[in-house]
């Protein structure tokens, strides 16, 4: 956990091989999301590199029909993918989809990596492409957060 611009931030790894990606820490929402590889706008962040799903060998993106966050999803016809959006106060705002990969805080180890749906953003907005972090992570008490 570290600080910078006034956010707490944290570095979680996604994925076999592990990509880091710098989070801000978020009480007050329930997703966890970044920037994906093919996010055509999306801002510059403290990674020198998007997350991508291509690179690791534990991804597994949900189908319409099979998405995990049930109630929040919504199925895109054009690519069959289950979409998620976040609107916060201030007017930023991300778009993604479902993706489900191998998650943990530290990188020495995968022992304690838990499979953990997230969204891999599509585009950011306001706020979102300007920041330091790399993405968010919602830890509010909520079904579909990391803390539940």
């Not at 006034?6 to 570095?11: D, L, P």
């Not at 990509?19 to 403290?46: K, W």
């Not at 998650?103 to 953990?116: D, G, H, K």
Request: contains cysteine.
């Amino acid at each position: 956990l570290h600080s910078n611009s006034g956010t707490h931030h944290v570095q979680m790894y996604i994925g076999s091989p592990p990509q880091r990606q710098t989070l801000i820490v978020d009480t007050g929402s329930r997703f966890m999301a970044f920037p994906c590889e093919a996010c055509r706008s999306c801002g510059t962040h403290v990674s020198k590199h998007y997350y991508s799903p291509q690179l690791s060998t534990t991804d597994r993106t949900p189908t319409c029909g099979s998405c995990m966050l049930k109630g929040v999803s919504k199925c895109s016809e054009f690519n069959g993918r289950c979409v998620i959006s976040q609107k916060y106060t201030e007017g930023s705002s991300w778009t993604a989809y479902e993706l489900e990969d191998l998650v943990w805080l530290e990188e020495t180890t995968s022992r304690m990596a838990v499979p953990y749906t997230f969204g891999c953003q599509t585009s950011e907005k306001g706020l979102f492409r300007k920041q330091y972090a790399d993405g968010i992570l919602g830890l509010a008490v909520h079904e579909t957060s990391l803390l539940q």
